[in-house]
């Protein structure tokens, strides 16, 4: 968009410590490795859209609960590009199993709007298997809160991949690449379908999907700590249907909403793994 005022990084590191429940041995969690290699990544590109700041800074209250278990520190750059994103991915991925990655901006086509250059996930896939050595993350999980992020799940840049037509387009070459080499286990969820814009409830709330997407983790954080990926997916669905139908300035209704949508691979062993490994 016009002007680009911040992008900020949230770098968070993940411990395997706390009262881990062994009677379900599926249990993986939002962070899959038992060695607590896990990363997560928060960006967010404001430009002027003023619910940005808000969706990374909310978010990362939900995230360092001590139900989750996360370990961070906070790396903020005023000046951030399209290519800080790469290179801050690149040097977190290194030596770690899973990866959570979250983007919070402007967005078309499944592109992200950074404000110095629109960015794709095949860049970003790219990115992490060059600084990895083709080594494949054990789970990758995506979620990105952006107009037209549809195309991610459901489109012609999907980061799950199991279309045969997708191969014939021009990402072809980055495709085969990547396959089987980026992830063992992944699960993206976007805010809006491919033809759908997000909305941004503002300052106060921030992004309709974030927003649904925290509340979504405090709700079952406290009422259903057995909740899979999936039950998190349909909550935080039906709630942004919700939120996005209001102006929450003004009160009135919108004339539209949007939809968020979700993919897991292996579709039910991901999606059927639990939200939380560590009891209240």
Not at 36 to 62: C, H, M, R, W, Y
Not at 184 to 197: C, I, L
Not at 230 to 249: G, M, N, P, Q, V
């Amino acid at each position: 968009m016009k002007n680009f005022y911040h992008l900020f990084l949230f770098v968070f590191f993940l411990s395997n410590c706390g009262s881990i429940d062994h009677s379900m041995s599926s249990i993986k969690g939002l962070g899959f490795s038992e060695n607590g290699k896990n990363l997560a990544l928060l960006f967010g590109s404001p430009q002027n859209l003023p619910g940005v700041k808000t969706d990374i800074a909310e978010l990362n209250k939900v995230l360092i609960d001590p139900q989750f278990n996360f370990h961070f520190k906070t790396v903020t750059d005023d000046q951030a590009t399209k290519s800080k994103i790469l290179e801050t991915t690149s040097k977190g991925v290194k030596n770690i199993d899973s990866l959570f990655w979250y983007y919070s901006g402007h967005g078309a086509g499944g592109s992200l709007d950074t404000g110095t250059g629109f960015l794709s996930f095949y860049e970003v896939a790219s990115a992490i298997k060059k600084a990895r050595g083709n080594v494949p993350l054990k789970r990758l999980l995506v979620f990105v809160d952006a107009c037209e992020s549809g195309h991610i799940v459901d489109g012609d840049a999907q980061i799950i991949n199991e279309s045969e037509w997708v191969k014939k387009t021009l990402y072809e070459p980055l495709l085969k690449e990547r396959d089987g080499k980026l992830y063992q286990q992944a699960f993206v969820m976007a805010s809006s379908q491919k033809n759908e814009g997000s909305a941004d409830l503002g300052a106060e709330y921030g992004g309709a999907f974030t927003y649904s997407l925290r509340m979504s983790l405090a709700e079952i954080r406290k009422s259903n700590p057995n909740a899979t990926l999936k039950e998190l997916a349909d909550i935080t669905i039906e709630r942004t249907i919700e939120e996005s139908r209001i102006d929450h300035e003004t009160g009135l209704p919108r004339e539209y909403y949007h939809t968020p949508l979700y993919k897991g691979f292996p579709v039910e062993e991901v999606v059927n793994d639990l939200v939380f490994i560590y009891k209240n």
